[in-house]
Structure formats: C-alpha cells, structure tokens
C-alpha cells in the first residue's frame, strides 16, 4: 500500500512535514481532489501534511 509505505517512511526518517502534490479537478477545496492514497497518507501520517495544487501555469 503506497499510502502506508510513506507513512512508515515519514516515521522512520521523523520527518517534519509530508508535502503531497494534487491535480486541480475543478472547482473546490484541496480535499475534494484527493484520492484513497493521499486522503490515507494525511490520515494516518505521523506529521502535518501539506496540499500542494498542481498548476500548469508558470510562476
């Protein structure tokens, strides 16, 4: 379970904050757009998980 795996990887390394990427379907918040993995990753991780909303649009 790719979820799990980098949980346990955040919890063996005492990782500080988990940064997970989304794809922007739409209009909504961040937490409409994840899927079973990232919504078990922010679950389940052993430190705060930051949303980051992909844009193709350039900086």
Do not use: F, N, W
Not at 1 to 12: F, N, Q, S, T
Not at 15 to 30: E, K
Not at 41 to 49: G, N, T
């Amino acid at each position: 379970d790719p979820a799990m795996a980098v949980c346990r990887l955040a919890r063996e390394r005492k990782a500080d904050l988990i940064v997970l990427g989304c794809h922007q379907r739409g209009q909504g918040s961040g937490l409409s757009r994840m899927d079973y993995t990232g919504m078990t990753i922010m679950d389940k991780a052993p430190c705060p998980v930051l949303l980051v909303p992909y844009s193709d649009q350039p900086a």
